[in-house]
């Protein structure tokens, strides 16, 4: 038996909807990065795992000009790979996981190609890309969104976070479940720029250790502030 996902209230929905309201007024309407092709996509997400996006991109473009192509690759030597996205951390594990992913699609598919992924379902798709060892829902969802321009939400740890803090999920909700439960709040169309402005919100103003709530445009429709800073400010 299929476990039934917990579906937001209506005044979650109704939470939701005034939050990105108010973010696409604060920030505007974000821009991914130049989207890459599905498996580059899929190996830049890798990298970009535990580092920061300036790391993760010189790693990625390191990688690609140091093994042009991902048969070079999938082919070369382990430790060619490592040093050649070492500054992207985790070098020992990425390395290899990257080698790993690019050989196991060779295998199931013949070739390097992901762009077969846009005429699955979603929910296939997601299942395809996330059998493979260290991508998961949010690795998936980066690519199947970006890439592909499929209905999928990504929730990285500031989207975590900030959505925990404003009231948007279930305070114990596991990083798994607030994936399909954050989708629900969100039109599909949407996912991008939702998800791009709550990460920019989280890096720039809810920060881990000391949300910045003065000036933050969601105190009013914030739990966080509302338990914690109103009235002591």
Not at 71 to 100: C, F, M, T
Request: charged letters at 25%; a neutral charge.
């Amino acid at each position: 038996m299929i476990d039934q996902q917990p579906v937001p209230p209506a005044e979650t929905l109704r939470r939701a909807a005034e939050v990105h309201r108010r973010l696409l007024a604060f920030y505007g309407v974000p821009e991914w990065r130049s989207p890459l092709p599905a498996l580059d996509e899929l190996v830049s997400t890798i990298l970009s795992q535990n580092t920061n996006d300036r790391n993760r991109d010189l790693a990625y473009n390191h990688l690609r000009a140091v093994l042009p192509t991902w048969e070079q690759v999938r082919d070369a030597d382990p430790r060619q790979v490592i040093e050649a996205v070492r500054i992207a951390g985790l070098a020992n594990q990425k390395g290899p996981r990257i080698q790993a992913v690019l050989r196991q699609i060779t295998e199931e598919r013949g070739e390097l190609d992901l762009s077969f992924l846009a005429d699955l379902p979603t929910e296939e798709a997601m299942a395809w890309l996330t059998r493979f060892n260290g991508v998961g829902p949010k690795t998936a969802s980066i690519v199947l969104v970006f890439s592909l321009g499929k209905p999928a939400f990504p929730v990285d740890t500031h989207i975590y976070r900030v959505s925990g803090r404003i009231g948007l999920r279930p305070e114990k909700m596991s990083v798994e479940d607030a994936h399909p439960y954050l989708a629900a709040q969100f039109p599909p169309e949407e996912y991008g720029p939702a998800h791009l402005n709550l990460i920019r919100l989280g890096r720039e103003i809810c920060h881990a250790r000391k949300p910045d709530c003065p000036n933050c445009p969601l105190t009013d429709v914030c739990d966080y502030y509302e338990k914690n800073v109103k009235g002591r400010e």
